[in-house]
């Protein structure tokens, strides 16, 4: 296995005879190997050498393996930590595990093959670590830079900062609130995707709905119901570098160079989220949602049960969503022309057992019984209230997330927007509890 260059091992053991032990046994290891028999000394060491992973001994005069390995979460908390000590004492062990955060426990006389693959591991799994690091800060640098050059968009985009800057607003109130931060920035991007197209307003937001609620209706576990709804919200990410004319035109309608350049979109999008683990699920979703189980689909050519399940509810979705709005077929369907359109095409285009639980799932979308939340109008909002569902704009832009508590703020730019939009907007909140009667 390779190493880094920088990659570094100190080993603390206060037995001259174990250091040199250890330090014969990695002579021919890839990597930079400093001992030294004092704690304290290998402290001050590791300020400066900053190693990859750290071997220490548990009873030593002075500091305490679990003191030491304490000491090192603070000042070198990515290094790797080996606890190696020939006491069977259990309560050192479990004060070097909580106070220390060891990662590996191993006791003398060791093997000398088995230390070098540990330490190969321990090696490679921080490099990991600080490569997912590095990957977390580019893409908070992309968003950044996004941020900056749609501020530098044409007067379109300029006729709608003040959607943005609601936006922003709610990535501050995301922030604040840990639990919900990953989903809500999520929906950022989704919204940020429809900026690019007046008529895409909305799209994502019905699209990934309609899945959550065809997955729910399958029965489906809840982690896979999430990783559709926020496939939904994501499905089109893939299409940022395409003209606004051919994102709202027909496939059919389109010229075989920009068809080709359509149908790469799953690819792109798949592309887009390699660099999160978290959502390789959500990845492989995305790509694969143009799929048909007949095998005609693209980009891949899947067949049947080579689809993921959750790329199958997301084409039933989009589909539906993108009938209404012509962009499938040369016109708009009607309802009942888009009913009959997917179930003719199931077993062909779409699994039939996605097909066969969309009524269900539609009508619990729109009927969704809320016994514990009432509808306001924008003119009766109040701070304090506590929103039971993501609320949006006319336009379809999220302006805060289900669970936010409305603020004075949120109150002020709701009461700017024009007088109509106010008194047409449906706050979801929830319902005060009611004082018990004695």
């Not at 296995?1 to 091992?9: D, I, L, T």
Request: proline share 4%; aromatic share 4%; charged share 25%.
């Amino acid at each position: 296995m390779e190493h880094s260059a920088e990659s570094s091992v100190l080993v603390i053991d206060d037995e001259a005879n174990v250091v040199s032990a250890i330090r014969r046994a990695l002579r021919s290891e890839p990597y930079r190997v400093e001992c030294t028999t004092d704690p304290v000394e290998g402290l001050e060491i590791a300020k400066t050498l900053n190693p990859t992973v750290v071997i220490c001994d548990m009873r030593m005069p002075g500091l305490t393996g679990s003191e030491v390995f304490a000491a090192l979460s603070r000042s070198n908390p990515r290094c790797g930590r080996i606890l190696l000590t020939g006491y069977a004492d259990i309560n050192s062990t479990i004060a070097a595990i909580n106070q220390g955060h060891i990662d590996l426990y191993m006791t003398k006389p060791w093997n000398d093959d088995e230390l070098k693959l540990k330490l190969q591991q321990h090696i490679r799994l921080v490099s990991l670590k600080n490569e997912r690091e590095q990957l977390a800060a580019q893409l908070a640098s992309k968003v950044k830079e996004l941020s900056r050059l749609n501020n530098e968009l044409d007067q379109r985009v300029e006729s709608r900062t003040q959607e943005l800057r609601q936006t922003n607003l709610f990535l501050e109130q995301a922030f604040s609130e840990l639990n919900q931060q990953f989903l809500n920035a999520i929906k950022v991007f989704s919204n940020m995707l429809e900026l690019s197209s007046p008529q895409m307003a909305g799209h994502h937001y019905r699209v990934a709905e309609l899945a959550r609620f065809i997955a729910i209706q399958m029965a489906l576990s809840e982690v896979e119901i999430r990783d559709i709804h926020i496939a939904g919200l994501l499905h089109d990410i893939g299409k940022l570098d395409l003209a606004e004319r051919d994102l709202n035109t027909s496939l059919a309608s389109l010229s075989a160079t920009t068809r080709m350049a359509l149908m790469k979109h799953p690819i792109k999008g798949q592309a887009a989220l390699l660099a999160l683990p978290e959502l390789s699920n959500v990845a492989s979703i995305i790509r694969q949602h143009h799929e048909r189980v007949d095998g005609l689909g693209y980009p891949d050519g899947l067949t049947g049960q080579e689809i993921l399940r959750g790329a199958k509810v997301l084409a039933v979705a989009e589909d539906w969503d993108e009938l209404q709005l012509g962009w499938l077929t040369e016109q708009k369907l009607g309802l009942e022309q888009c009913f009959e359109y997917i179930n003719q095409a199931a077993g062909k285009r779409y699994d039939p057992a996605v097909v066969a639980v969309l009524p269900k799932a539609l009508e619990k979308m729109e009927s969704s019984p809320k016994q514990d939340e009432e509808i306001v109008s924008g003119l009766k909002l109040v701070p304090g209230m506590i929103l039971s569902r993501d609320l949006y704009n006319h336009d379809g832009i999220l302006l805060s997330a289900k669970g936010a508590q409305v603020s004075t703020k949120l109150i002020q730019f709701v009461r700017g927007l024009p007088i109509d939009h106010v008194q047409g907007l449906k706050v979801y909140c929830q319902k005060k509890p009611q004082p018990m009667k004695v």
